[in-house]
T-cell receptor
Framework: DQQVKQNSPSLSVQEGRISILNCDYT??????FLWYKKYPAEGPTFLIS?????DKNEDGRFTVFLNKSAKHLSLHIVPSQPGDSAVYFC?????????????FGKGTKLSVIP | ETGVTQTPRHLVMGMTNKKSLKCEQH?????MYWYKQSAKKPLELMFV???????ENNSVPSRFSPECPNSSHLFLHLHTLQPEDSALYLC?????????????????FGQGTRLTVV
């Protein structure tokens, strides 16, 4: 059973518009959430994270929103740029030592159209 | 360049072969990981090493054998694999400080080894 779900395998957005990538989780023990970005033939690179004590974290064009009651998080990219085209993975982890054992979603492929 | 280097980048092996994947990190991290990414599946954690000690083995078949000789190097020894083991194998490292987490302690991934078992 998948504990982290990204239900949209792909998303296309026009350049300059907002991209919204969604992620749902089922494990109540998760308290730290991350987004990774992956280009073809490269490993995932860390993008942004959020702790469960917050509901929003912003870094430049990237904002992650967390709704704990709904067990839902989303990544907003504004404005979207062609270089943002990649696969985005949502990941989650629990607390304590050894907390970097990430559980990943399947990923959403974002295509930003010039 | 993420500071985590994996070799080889591509590997084709027969089911009776023995091969090894290598991972090296230059970030001074104390934890290293092997992940497997199969087509249309989430990244799956295989093994975790913390301070060279294996702390996690997520029910991985014994045909996969990890080795961590020091905190900078991690190997994955492969023998008698099956075609369904064909996947992208990713190594990652992080500085595990227990409950303390910040952007600088996130996991860094290598570029992966694309393994094909024929």
């Amino acid at each position: 059973d998948q504990q982290v779900k990204q239900n949209s395998p792909s998303l296309s957005v026009q350049e300059g518009r907002i991209s919204i990538l969604n992620c749902d989780y089922t494990n109540s023990m998760f308290d730290y959430f991350l987004w990774y970005k992956k280009y073809p033939a490269e490993g995932p690179t860390f993008l942004i994270s959020i702790s469960s004590i917050k509901d929003k974290n912003e870094d430049g064009r990237f904002t992650v929103f967390l709704n704990k009651s709904a067990k839902h998080l989303s990544l907003h990219i504004v404005p979207s740029q062609p270089g943002d085209s990649a696969v985005y993975f949502c990941a989650a982890s629990g607390s304590g030592a050894g907390s970097y054992q990430l559980t990943f979603g399947k990923g959403t492929k974002l295509s930003v159209i010039p | 360049e993420t500071g985590v280097t994996q070799t080889p980048r591509h590997l084709v092996m027969g089911m009776t072969n023995k091969k090894s994947l290598k991972c090296e990190q230059h970030l001074g991290h104390n934890a290293m990981y092997w992940y497997k990414q199969s087509a249309k599946k989430p990244l799956e954690l295989m093994f975790v090493y913390n301070f060279k000690e294996q702390t996690e083995n997520n029910s991985v078949p014994s045909r996969f054998s990890p080795e961590c000789p020091n905190s900078s190097h991690l190997f994955l020894h492969l023998h008698t694999l099956q075609p369904e083991d064909s996947a992208l194998y990713l190594c990652a490292s992080s500085q595990d400080n227990g409950r303390s987490r910040s952007k600088n302690t996130e996991a860094f991934f290598g570029q992966g080894t694309r393994l094909t078992v024929v």
